[in-house]
């Protein structure tokens, strides 16, 4: 049982999370927050029980306290909670702030709900998560940015990993990367592993964002 905390400040929009994820089998409501505050007191309280909660799924745009913020503090005290991003397309430079935060999902507030169902197990399991379009936009939000640094590791990749790497930049999942070069899920896993620790990066939401911006350099 996957156990999440839906955040956001519209109550009919919690209503409807609710109801809709409540019919999937392994996931469980255990909290609901308005805005961020709401979202770290809850989290306090819930996480006196490990694993209370697992993953968080947050709107961006609150009052008292937002999205951005909220993802920061909760990830400062909880390192291990997951935190899915719900986004507009309108929210490009928040969901960039969300991502520096630590946010390992992002959906457009649109998403069907068992593709929201899919996304949440996805990023309990380690895997970053996100929705049509939203990697590439968030790479052209700040286009005056000089391009990323190279890691030293980069020319150690072999093609396969290479291949992967681009992938991930896409936003596939193991699943998807596995289907699409004819390889086994774990193999997958390896060849991620792998290459996180020759380019240096912390996890799978750095690689994606290192190697979309490498994609949009080459063209």
Known sequence: MIRVLLV???????????????????LQIVGEAANGREA????????????AVEVALMDIRMPVMDGVAATRELLRQYPDLKILVLTTFEEDELVQQSVQAGAVGYLLKDTPSEEVAQAIRAVHRGYAQFGPGILQKMMVVQPALPKPEI???????????????????????????????????????????NILGRLGLRDRTQAALFAASLQLDEH
């Open 8 to 26: 956001d400040d519209q109550a009919i929009v919690r209503q409807g999370l609710k109801a809709l994820l409540s019919l999937e089998a392994d």
């Open 40 to 51: 770290v007191a809850i989290t306090q309280k819930l996480l006196t029980t490990p694993n």
């Open 151 to 193: 890691p030293p590791g980069f020319d150690e990749l072999t093609p396969r990993e290479r291949e992967v790497l681009a992938l991930i930049g896409q936003g596939a999942s193991n699943r998807e990367i596995a289907q699409a070069l004819f390889l086994s899920e774990g193999t997958v896993k390896n060849h991620v592993t």
